[in-house]
């Protein structure tokens, strides 16, 4: 039990305000009307909608299939009938619009027929199938697939796998009542998982501020195979780079995922959604999320995806007066909620109903003093205030150069800055610049080939051509040669024949000067000789 | 003085040799200037700066015989890249030339006859079809170049700009209110 710990650089403490929804047991809501479920719910490809307007949905039936690698399906949270599939508010921090199935429920809750699955006897590549076609994804916020981290690959190097129940943002406290309550469940998920994984040990790392949530976890394992750790609470422990550091001592390097250093990461609630799958067979639909800050009766909620925020916040008493807006996730990473018609995705675990007294406006910031308070308080060892130098003057080179993409955006910089500089939005601002700048230049570079391709292919082209007709030239050329060959025969036959004609017909010509009487011979013999004297005369 | 004369002589042909020689080994192929323009350059093909393609304008920036500032779809970020590659001050566009919002060419599926005109003229090899089908251009490759447009004898295709979505959105410029200090 006593495993040594590592602490890594900074963190904060900012005040957990943990109590106020974790004290109650998870709430059930009861069945809406209506369900908005969008196709992107996780990182990647969004998923490709299977279901029409108008057509009738059982509870856990695919609306919308996994479409490529990283993708992961979606399923009717209910059942009813699908009365549009449209482009509808999503929680996002851009507050735009994206495309949704949107479910009328007909009060039944049929569920489609859910079956387990034998993961101790199916093929790994078939189970991480079933898992995708689950709509598995990482309900820590990440949202990643699944059913891709579960697979071990050919290398087979991971040798820990590590549960994330550290849940270290203030105010959110989902994880923490479900390992609570569900703590069984949690644990044979999480052997689903070393089966598929074959890793050689399991940490599941707890906050030391949950100590109800780690007794329930010790109480619950039952073969020694699982450790359960208590990390020490510091913001931000709960992040995977660190809390894998704190666990293990191994850091990622810069650009490197966790399975090259050789482990994985899941979040609890993640463990807990991959038990109902596999054990119960039934697919991703509901996540726990916190509803806290200023509500009436703020708790834990077991939410269908697709549930509008505002019905949540109902199912929670409803916000008091006062309220001033929602952030969806946690005051430290959250963004605001831009429209209460957006429904719970995979993504959110927390409904954070904001007041003035616990936030209030940010004041103006002031110049950067280069006092370094950010670069202590950084987790990933960055330098924020040169990030942000160069962030604002949106020089992206000199920010890369500074490993801005090794930044966790987990805001301590922001919190520790005695300017209130909002650093944090600079550095999401120059990510996202430097993102859509690499894809330009993938498309300009896809553009460049294709261009030069086409190029190629018309000079080719021509180029065949010009053969091709050199080529039919030179054909008919020999085709005639045996042609030329014979007239050459005929005309020389020809030749022959007229001359021997020619011959015959000078040998056969009868001549006026031959057979003439002597007379007249004599007398053409007098007009020659008269001839030629009269022509020697001349000359 | 004659070995001096001598051993200079000796120097600067050793020299020469050496150099010559790696003038041959190391000759760079390709005018390396080229590449890097046309690195910077949007690769739309557009002939909007009065080349044949993206390379050819590389080529006469190199050499000098054309401007920074032609390229509408390079913008003036791609002017001022342009002008720090090559040491020279950055201008707005010049020509006449307007930047435009990105944008995709699309067909109307109604009108296209399938001439094949619109394949022939794609830069990029864009437009799938063949003679008397529909014509369908890939939009994820349509550099937006416009060149399809005018020889189309129906007038089937325009222009969409590509509007912002979850998935291409980008975190904003922060608003950064600064307080004053007297």
Known sequence: MNRKLYSFNGGIHPEGHKDVSSTTAIRSMPLLARYVVPLRQH??????????????????????????????????????????????????????????????????????????????????????????DAGLAGLGGAVFPSYIKLNPGAARSLDTLILNGAECEPWITCDDRLMRERAGEILQGVAVMRHMLGARQVLIGIEDNKPEALAALRAAVVDGEVEIVAVPTVYPGGAGKQLTYTLTGRENPAGARSTDIGVQVFNVGTAHALYRAVILGEPLLSRIVTVTGHVARPGNFEV?????????IDAAGGALAGASGEVVGGPMMGFDLEDRSAPITKAVNCILVKDRAHFPERPPALPCIRCGACARA?????????????????????????????????????????????????????????????????????????????????????????????????????????????????????????????????????????????????????????????????? | MFSAILVMAGIGLVLGGVLGWAS??????????????????????????GFPGCKPYAEAIAKGDADINLCPPGGEEGTKRLA????????????????KPKSVAVIDDHTCIGCTLCIQACPVD??????????VIV?????????????????CIHMEVVKEDVANWKWRYPIHTMRRVA
């Not at chain 1, 695919?62 to 009938?81: C, D, L, M, N, Q």
């Not at chain 1, 269908?304 to 949540?312: I, Q």
């Not at chain 1, 060892?381 to 992206?396: G, T």
């Open chain 1, 378 to 539: 950084c987790p990933a060892r960055l330098q924020p205030f040169e990030l942000y130098w160069f962030s604002r003057a949106k020089d992206f080179g000199k920010a890369q150069a500074y490993d801005l993409f090794d930044c966790i955006e987990c805001g301590c910089c922001s919190f520790v800055c005695p300017s209130h500089i909002p650093l944090v939005d600079f550095f999401r601002f120059a990510k996202s610049e430097i993102w859509e700048r690499e894809q330009h230049k993938s498309g300009a570079d896809q553009a460049r080939a294709r261009h030069e391709f086409k190029e190629f292919r018309l000079e080719r082209e021509k180029q065949e051509k010009s053969e091709k007709l050199a080529a039919k030239v030179a054909e008919n050329r020999a085709k005639d040669a045996p042609a030329d060959l014979q007239a050459q025969a005929k005309h020389a036959i020809l030749q022959a024949a007229m001359e021997r004609a020619m011959k015959t017909r000078e040998g056969i010509a009868p001549r006026n000067t031959e057979h003439l009487p002597p007379a007249v011979e004599q007398e053409i013999a007098a007009i020659e000789a008269r001839r030629h004297a009269a022509e020697a005369t001349d000359h």
């Open chain 2, 24 to 49: 041959i080994k190391y000759r760079v192929a390709d005018d390396p200037l080229v590449e890097k323009i046309d690195a910077i350059l949007p690769q739309t093909q557009c002939g909007q700066c």
């Open chain 2, 84 to 99: 720090e590659l090559l040491g020279v001050e950055a201008k707005p566009l010049g020509g006449g030339l307007e930047p």
């Open chain 1, 304 to 312: 269908r995806l697709g549930t509008p925020v505002r019905d949540l």
């Open chain 1, 43 to 132: 990182i990647g490809t969004p998923a490709r909608i299977l279901v029409r307007a108008g057509d009738t949905v059982l509870r856990g039936q695919p609306i919308a299939a996994a479409e490529g690698y990283v993708s992961t399906a979606v399923h009717a949270p209910t059942s009813g009938r699908v009365i549009a599939v449209e482009a509808r508010p999503v929680p996002h921090p851009s507050g735009l619009y994206d495309l949704c199935v949107v479910i009328e429920s007909d009060g039944l809750d049929q569920a489609a027929e859910f079956l387990p699955m034998d993961w101790k006897a199916l093929d790994p590549s078939a189970l991480r199938n079933r898992l995708r």
């Open chain 2, 126 to 135: 864009a437009i799938v079809g063949a003679a008397k089908q529909l014509h």
């Open chain 2, 139 to 155: 939009a994820s490759q349509c550099t937006g170049c416009e060149l399809c447009l005018p020889p189309c004898p129906v007038d």
